[in-house]
């Protein structure tokens, strides 16, 4: 049921299902069947306050309140005169709206907005909830109970495994142990046995993210490649799977050029279908010009490593910052 006073929700932290799951828990208050007339979605980046004013205090249809959320508006939005204005309406939010503020990133603990919110919550008239990666034995009581919530069983040894193959990410924990569950089926139990032949050791599953984000551009790509040589990956590997990524890459773009789909160019170049379609997309962040940039560039560090020219590891953050377009 909702509260009779206007209600601000605050949820922040690197845990990522658990915030997801928190806000499905504040939408589930919306009758389904009014949810899209009395919810909304904003982009903090974009925000304005009035278009924030505007959503708030638009009257609910057929319920006591609406719900509005906005993602990364403490990230994005600049100290000055539009953070003081937002900060004076959170202030009046009518008893009509409930609020939902979510932050994917750290927070700057000294924002205003943070520091009044932070104050209000002592009040009880905010709910304020930072969603921290779980360890050791909580970690492992919480992934019992998500095999609980398959009817299996993860025995000791195997969350242990599940942890040391995937590190403490709940999301990924959380798909593994359904997978895992599938795979014994219900009243199952699962084994160390089971972790150890169904899912992959999570570094290879770092690198394949890493994969990913050096083909989106982003410019997370960059520590993740520091984080895998720190883990122990080897970095001539490391340049063979970007050497193959780019192979891939060129030939997907060849096929867009072409106006191929994505299944079509899957069985002409023999790859998964899932592989050509997530490369189509990635494809999108280069020009022809600066895909071939990139795959000279790849080949060109091959050579050089192999025949003594260059130093595998800072060639490869080289061109990881080049191709990302990040700043020494």
Not at 146 to 169: C, H, M, S, W
Not at 241 to 260: E, F, P, T, Y
Request: hydrophobic share 45%.
């Amino acid at each position: 049921m909702y509260v009779e006073l206007f209600m601000i929700y605050l949820l922040h932290g690197p845990d990522e299902l658990s915030r997801s799951e928190a806000l499905a828990a504040i939408k589930a208050q919306i009758p389904p069947d009014l949810a899209d007339l009395n919810l909304s979605v904003l982009d903090g980046k974009k925000l304005k306050v009035d278009a924030l004013v505007g959503a708030c205090e638009a009257f609910p249809f057929i319920a006591e309140k609406r719900l509005v959320v906005v993602n990364d508006l403490l990230k994005h939005q600049k100290a000055g005169a539009e953070r003081d204005q937002t900060r004076a309406f959170l202030e009046k939010i009518p008893a009509t709206c409930d609020l939902v503020l979510i932050e994917n990133e750290e927070i700057d603990k000294r924002n205003a907005i943070f520091t009044w919110l932070k104050k209000q919550a002592e009040k009880k008239q905010v709910t304020l909830r930072e969603f921290l990666p779980r360890e050791g034995a909580e970690l492992q009581r919480w992934l019992a109970e998500r095999a609980r919530q398959f009817d299996t069983t993860l025995e000791p040894r195997a969350g242990a495994k599940l942890v040391e193959y995937i590190g403490p990410n709940s999301r990924a924990l959380a798909n593994e142990v359904q997978k895992l569950s599938s795979y014994v089926g219900r009243g199952g139990k699962i084994s160390a046995d089971a972790v150890e032949k169904m899912v992959a050791d999570g570094q290879e599953q770092n690198l394949f993210a890493f994969i990913d984000e050096l083909s989106s551009k982003r410019p997370s790509a960059l520590p993740s490649l520091r984080r895998l040589i720190e883990d122990g990956q080897a970095a001539q590997y490391i340049l063979f799977m970007v050497a193959r990524q780019a192979r891939v890459l060129l030939n997907i773009k060849d096929a867009a050029n072409r106006r191929l789909r994505p299944d079509d160019a899957a069985a002409q170049l023999k790859m998964q279908p899932f592989v050509a379609r997530k490369a189509m997309d990635q494809v999108r962040n280069f020009t022809d010009a600066e895909l071939l940039v990139f795959h000279d560039r790849v080949l060109e560090l091959d050579h050089a490593s192999k025949t003594g020219r260059a130093e595998v590891e800072a060639g490869l953050e080289l061109l990881v910052a080049e191709t990302c377009r990040l700043q020494g």
